[in-house]
């Protein structure tokens, strides 16, 4: 079982991330965030990766460092998890409708991270949660897992849709990324012999 455990804690915020890889999509997500521990949750399900994600954070101050964070944490427990990268399929990418919004996701486990993010949203909050903070949060993601990632909405105008959509493509490229082929189970998938 491909798992991973990490525990961060800074002065602003305490967090705790077990996942596994190879799960079935269940999750226990509890940031005090209600939007982003929605999100995450459709990480899970729709990634089939088990994810315990608790952060405790600075909330009366702002969101902020609570939402990067929580990305930090689950990308460098994503990370652990992959270890030497043996056998993934390491590249996907997804397109997910969601009634009038469409977003693609593509990422590359490719332990060279970065971040293209072409998603505007007219809106300045999706709950409690300002709008500007899931850049953020896809951001640190990308940092700490090393993963190069290149997320847009196509089309679209409920901002709720724009951003379930693209959590969604996320979900869905990991799952097929992160999966094995057995072809080249024993083999890192990369002609420099690493990642």
Known sequence: MRKGSIRRKTKETSISVDLNLDGTGTSNIRTGIGFLDHMMEQISKHSLIDIDLEAKGDLHVD???????????????LKQALG?????????????PM???????????????????????????LGEMDTELFKEWYHAFAQSSG?????EKIYGDNSHHIIESCYKGLARALKDAVSIDTR?????????GTI
């Open 63 to 77: 969101l902020h460092h609570t939402t990067e964070d929580s990305g930090i944490a689950f990308g460098e427990a």
């Open 84 to 96: 030497e990268k043996k056998g993934i399929k390491r590249y996907a990418s997804f397109t997910i």
């Open 99 to 125: 009634d009038e919004t469409l977003s693609r996701v593509s990422v590359d486990i490719s332990n060279r991270p970065y971040l293209v993010w072409k998603v505007d949203i007219a809106v300045g909050k």
């Open 147 to 151: 993963i190069t990632l290149h997320v």
């Open 184 to 192: 080249i189970e024993n083999i890192i998938p990369s002609t420099k």
